[in-house]
Nanobody
């Protein structure tokens, strides 16, 4: 069992930056792939970024070049650095833990309660 707690969301203006953090507890953090998904009002949840247990990363096309996912296994924490934020990045952001599939993508086993990110002038 893994317990995930996100932090770092908030209200920012377009072009600003935020860093989300996700602290994990309860199991061996380093064996899991970690990721950030988001859900905007009226839209389906989408993968924003993922990082495998080996450190390989992938990103949604909409955030490539602006967002960076990283992990610190010593601290059981995964981060999402978000730069050049846009209004369309507004959503609830969720931290996820699971496995990367050989066929591509991830199977999420655990997720946090979410943190709100609002980008507005």
């Amino acid at each position: 069992q893994v317990h995930l707690v996100e932090s770092g969301g908030g209200l920012v203006q377009p072009g600003w930056s935020l860093r989300l953090s996700c602290a994990a507890s309860g199991s061996i953090f380093s064996i899991y792939a970690m990721g950030w998904t988001r859900q905007a009002p009226g839209k389906q949840r989408e993968l924003v970024a993922g990082i495998t247990s080996g450190g390989s990363t992938n990103y949604a096309d909409s955030v490539k070049g602006r967002f960076t996912i990283s992990r610190d296994n010593a601290k059981n924490t995964v981060y999402l650095q978000m730069n050049s934020l846009k209004p369309e990045d507004t959503a609830v952001y969720y931290c996820n833990a699971g496995y990367n599939r050989n066929s591509g993508g991830y199977s999420w086993l655990y997720w946090g309660q979410g943190t709100q990110v609002t980008v507005s002038s």
